[in-house]
């Protein structure tokens, strides 16, 4: 939505070609287009107080366009200024006009066939009312570009105006997480987090199966394909999914280690617990999905699970503990050792946190850019799976791992997400009282607080299966081949399947439970 080629970033002259923006020197003195749009004839002048003014060329080059017109700062938003139409030898249309601009800074627009536009291809800024317009900077003869303070202060007003304005305006957009909430949507109190939930009803069930979900998505990657109702009805089950910390329609606490897979297995319990009832105590399966996996396997080191099921498991790099000794041997050095290691790892965590922290605002912008586009998400899927599936790709798949976007402080729960795989602290102060309390402790820290999820899964005593998509490019198949022959479990690679078996082929992933559970 701009003129193809006028960039002006404080451009030089002799870089006019390639910014798309023809300059004179000197200035120039020109006429107003007449009616029939013909830039060659007369010039659009809009001088300043002392009478400068200088030729700029504006161009629009997009295919498709059958009027074009120019409007701007210049034109005080009023007047449109017609462009001339020129077909070149390969058949494409450009539009373009000359209009001579005083020195300074101008934004514009171009009218294309009734419609505002701006060119994607050149400078462009966002004003504090949230309309997208095309800038650029016209020099004067022997002028220099305009100092960076000037600069500076320029961007720190449109910060300001922006923060005033536009973020006003889309905090009051946003809903609560009950509000949000679909009609089966549940809500359950743990340890002062309202965990979000949905799952598949079945009276007098047999077992209960709680579903976890792996980054980035929610309890709608288990809904949206009948994944749920299936297993239900296949298992005579009560099935849950619920949305972990950070994700979906869960509450976005301010206490980052909730954030934590090992925080996301005690939430799994507590459902199970709580909601499973009768059916839990007969028969309880965890299963997770990709980074869901660990927290399943966390999970299930608790105790009282008869299945694990992990869906294209995120656990790389395990490994199983040999023996107690080995895990003792840090508590052999004296106190003082243990303390001065301590104090070197929390002042890098501390280093690690604060830097995190310095880019939180950037961070965030760039999460409501990309996280609340369906574009996004629409890429994102598609590379996710098998190409076969792409074109089955439904707009309520899509939608589904959209829809928490429009939950007040998303952004914020995300940003706490990075932070938590970063340092689980909430601030420096608590690194540094971890850091000793574990160096002081008289114990070396257990498998589970490290999130050890092999060990975990291997403690937990539960029968194991491993499902995967064979063109998986998120999480090679490769992993689990190796994860299946560590844990001594049965494996199922599903054809024709990418990163998410359980919603790319809900029918061939349903079979592979039925033949597992029994």
């Not at 171009?110 to 419609?115: M, R």
Request: proline letters at 5%; hydrophobic letters at 40%; charged letters at 25%.
């Amino acid at each position: 939505m701009s003129a193809r080629g006028d960039r002006g970033r404080g451009a030089r002259d002799d870089d006019a070609d390639e910014a798309g923006i023809d300059r004179a020197r000197t200035p120039q003195s020109a006429h107003r287009a007449d009616a029939n749009g013909d830039p060659h004839a007369q010039t659009p002048t809009m001088q300043n107080q002392h009478g400068e003014a200088y030729p700029t060329r504006f161009q629009w080059t997009y295919a498709g366009a059958n009027n074009v017109h120019l409007c701007g700062s210049f034109t005080n938003w009023l007047e449109t200024v017609p462009m001339a139409c020129e077909t070149h030898g390969d058949g494409n249309r450009v539009f373009t006009v000359m209009c001579d601009l005083p020195p300074g800074y101008h934004q514009y627009k171009f009218i294309v066939d009734g419609q505002w536009r701006h060119d994607e291809n050149q400078a462009f800024i966002q004003d504090p009312l949230g309309n997208v317009n095309n800038w650029l900077y016209v020099k004067p003869a022997g002028g220099a570009t305009p100092p960076l303070a000037t600069v500076a202060v320029a961007i720190a007003a449109y910060a300001v105006a922006r923060a005033v304005f536009v973020e006003r305006r889309y905090a009051e957009a946003l809903v609560s997480p009950r509000e949000a909430a679909d009609a089966d949507g549940e809500f359950l109190d743990v340890d002062g987090v309202e965990v979000h939930y949905k799952r598949a009803r079945r009276a007098n069930a047999k077992r209960f199966i709680e579903c976890m979900h792996g980054f980035g998505a929610n309890a709608s990657s288990w809904t949206t394909s009948d994944t749920m109702r299936r297993a239900s009805e296949a298992l005579d089950a009560e099935v849950v999914a619920h949305d972990s910390c950070g994700f979906g329609l869960t509450a976005r606490p301010r206490d980052v280690k909730k954030y934590t897979r090992a925080s996301d297995a005690k939430a799994c319990r507590a459902i199970a617990r709580e909601v499973g009832g009768d059916a839990a105590a007969r028969s309880l399966t965890l299963m997770g999905h990709s980074l869901g996996a660990v927290g399943a396997a966390l999970a299930a080191a608790q105790g009282g699970v008869d299945y694990v099921v992990l869906v294209a498991p995120a656990i790389i790099g395990g490994k199983l503990r040999k023996n107690d000794a080995g895990d003792d041997a840090a508590l052999s050095l004296p106190t003082f050792v243990r303390v001065a290691f301590a104090a070197v790892g929390a002042a890098a965590a501390t280093a690690a946190w604060c830097l995190t922290c310095a880019v939180k605002p950037f961070l965030i912008l760039l999460l409501r850019k990309l996280v609340r586009s369906k574009e996004f998400w629409t890429k994102g899927l598609r590379a996710a799976i098998d190409p076969s599936r792409v074109d089955a790709m439904a707009s309520d798949w899509i939608d589904g791992y959209r829809k928490p976007s429009v939950v007040r402080d998303w952004d914020v729960g995300m940003f706490r997400v990075v932070l938590a795989s970063v340092v689980a602290a909430s601030s420096p102060r608590e690194i540094w009282r971890d850091a000793m309390a574990r160096a002081r402790a008289t114990t070396q820290p257990s498998t589970l607080e490290r999130e050890d999820a092999v060990n975990a899964l291997v403690e937990s005593g539960a029968k194991i299966l491993i499902v995967h998509g064979e063109n998986d490019v998120i999480v090679p198949a490769s992993n689990s081949r190796t994860l299946a022959k560590l844990l001594n479990c049965e494996l199922r690679i599903l054809p024709k399947c990418g990163h998410m078996p359980h919603e790319e082929s809900p029918e061939a992933f349903i079979d592979v439970l039925r033949d597992f559970i029994s």
